[in-house]
């Protein structure tokens, strides 16, 4: 007969489980709670400790952290050695696993909860059946929701249990596994944190922290201002993650997810005055990272103005003093250094879904000119300044900068004319030392034509459209210079 072994806290459907294995002709074993509420069916059942010829001890934390039963799960059917070993030890394959964990969630969840409720809802024995059970898929039945009960037992009365199904099966014991997991390093590292609210006042919102790394907005240490909301938060990462990808000193303005000015200097005071300039107006209430010390030159300029948050790497005393006499802002020491390994996290409903983070970066000799102007060295660095904002704006992307700045930034569009139109609206400045950047590429040749009716001659893009001819001939025939990337920048 074949062994089914089934411990679950979840008693859902079971009755009719187990009595539909009974009626296949499957022993089934089980412990504790389990155990009685399968003899209560009036289904025959076995205790573990029938397997193990061991009680268990310490309150139940040890009963099936035993030979005869991960030998029994693991053994690859397959393998002759692994059966003589079994064969010589007295141990019988199980082919059937059934187990569903401690309520841990649920329980952390209560207002009153204590540490010693928490740790022992954090089962042991549980998850390394069933992940001993799933990583021999091959050969045994893993199940850990009683959504699956029926139809595991229509599949075992029509044969059709194979090794496709039990595949699937096996996905979800690791999707499972992984998030019970989480759940218990969140908890115990208190990194679930509740905000005062969401985006808007009647959201409810809480961060829930994933790394340590002081390379991330969460983990950088708050030395002045009140508490961070999730705005705040949001803003703050968006700003960080812009200024980190820069070597020289860089200043980044953020509002509503959007750099608003950019700016570059031979001193962060220098980048943050090119910043400033970019886009005095948005810059007020907004969020300000800086890639370098900042000294008393620059947290006086920072000071000027209203700003929600200032990130840098370090700010000296000087600094701390003009900035810490305005008792609401944010001042965040972070770890500049990128980590090229990192992922991003996006919600949708039911799930998330996961990304490695855009970290494409221009590299000159991958570069390739398409128009017979060639961009001047001035115009390579501006170009170079507008593709790197580019990743960083809402798609459809737009940027306008020079040499040392952004002049115009239009973000979020439906269209990629009206973006260019936004960023026109919103420029420092126009002509020929300005170049526009498009995040993706143009299908049509109509916003090289509206750049080139405000005097702009260079343009930096992925390429990629079926008519990008149509507007590589509109700069041939207006002494513009156009360069294609090969790489798109969206940002949804």
């Known amino acids: 007969m074949k062994k089914a072994l089934i411990s679950v806290s979840d008693k859902r459907g079971l009755e009719p489980f187990v009595r539909g294995l009974a009626r296949n002709d499957y022993e089934i074993y089980s412990t504790g709670g389990t155990l009685k509420?399968?003899?209560?069916?009036?289904?025959?059942?076995?205790?573990v400790s029938t397997l193990t010829?061991?009680?268990?001890?310490?309150?139940?934390?040890?009963?099936?952290?035993h030979p005869a039963v991960h030998g029994g799960i693991l053994a690859d059917r397959s393998n002759e050695a692994h059966m003589?070993?079994?064969?010589?030890?007295?141990?019988?394959?199980?082919?059937?696993?059934?187990?569903?964990?401690?309520?841990?969630k649920e329980t952390v969840a209560q207002e009153d909860v204590t540490e010693h409720d928490a740790v022992e809802n954090i089962d042991i024995g549980g998850p390394t059946m069933l992940?001993?059970?799933?990583?021999?898929?091959?050969?045994?039945?893993?199940?850990v929701s009683p959504e699956d009960y029926g139809e595991v037992i229509q599949r075992i009365e029509s044969d059709t249990l194979g090794e496709t199904y039990r595949r699937s099966l096996m996905i979800k014991v690791f999707r499972h596994?992984?998030?019970?997991?989480?759940?218990?390093?969140?908890h115990f590292s208190q990194a679930e944190e509740t905000l005062r609210y969401g985006e808007n006042p009647h959201q409810s919102a809480r961060l829930v922290r994933t790394t340590e790394n002081r390379n991330t907005i969460l983990n950088a240490d708050m030395l002045h201002g009140k508490a961070l909301s999730y705005?705040?938060?949001?803003?703050?990462?968006?700003?960080?993650?812009?200024?980190?990808?820069?070597?020289?000193?860089?200043?980044?303005?953020?509002?509503?997810?959007?750099?608003?000015?950019?700016?570059?200097?031979?001193?962060?005071?220098?980048?943050?005055?090119n910043a400033h300039e970019a886009d005095s107006q948005s810059i007020f209430g907004g969020i300000v990272a800086l890639n370098k010390t900042v000294d008393r030159e620059t947290a006086e300029?920072?000071?000027?103005i209203f700003l929600e948050v200032i990130i840098a790497p370090s700010f000296d005393e000087a600094a701390l003093e003009v900035l810490t006499q305005k008792k609401n802002v944010r001042l965040l020491e972070a770890d500049f250094r990128e980590d090229e390994h990192a992922e991003e996290f996006v919600s949708v409903s039911g799930g998330y879904l996961v990304q490695s983070q855009d970290t494409g970066a221009l590299q000159e000799n991958e570069i390739k000119v398409v128009t017979e102007n060639k961009p001047t060295r001035e115009q390579m660095t501006a170009m170079a300044l507008a593709w790197e904002v580019s990743k960083h704006v809402k798609s459809n992307a737009i940027v306008l900068a020079n040499e040392k700045q952004t002049v115009g930034i239009g973000a979020g569009q439906m269209n990629r004319v009206g973006a260019l139109k936004i960023a026109i609206d919103r420029a420092l400045e126009l002509g020929d030392n300005v170049v526009m950047a498009s995040d993706g590429f143009f299908p049509m040749p109509d916003t090289v034509e509206l750049a080139h009716a405000h005097g702009i001659r260079s343009v930096i893009q992925p390429g990629g459209s079926k008519r990008d001819q149509e507007s590589i001939d509109f700069c041939n025939a207006n002494d513009m210079a156009m360069v294609f990337t090969g790489m798109r920048h969206f940002k949804h």
Do not use: W
């Open 53 to 65: 010829g061991f009680e268990e001890i310490l309150d139940g934390r040890v009963k099936t952290l």
């Open 231 to 273: 705005n705040n938060l949001r803003d703050a990462d968006a700003a960080f993650q812009l200024a980190k990808k820069f070597t020289m000193p860089v200043a980044v303005a953020v509002k509503h997810m959007n750099p608003c000015g950019v700016g570059t200097g031979e001193t962060i005071a220098e980048a943050f005055r």
């Open 37 to 47: 509420a399968i003899e209560s069916f009036g289904v025959p059942v076995e205790n």
């Open 84 to 104: 003589a070993a079994l064969e010589s030890q007295g141990i019988e394959p199980i082919d059937l696993v059934a187990v569903n964990l401690y309520p841990f």
């Open 131 to 143: 992940r001993a059970a799933a990583k021999n898929f091959k050969h045994v039945t893993t199940i």
């Open 177 to 186: 596994t992984n998030d019970y997991d989480q759940a218990i390093v969140n």
């Open 301 to 304: 300029q920072l000071h000027s």
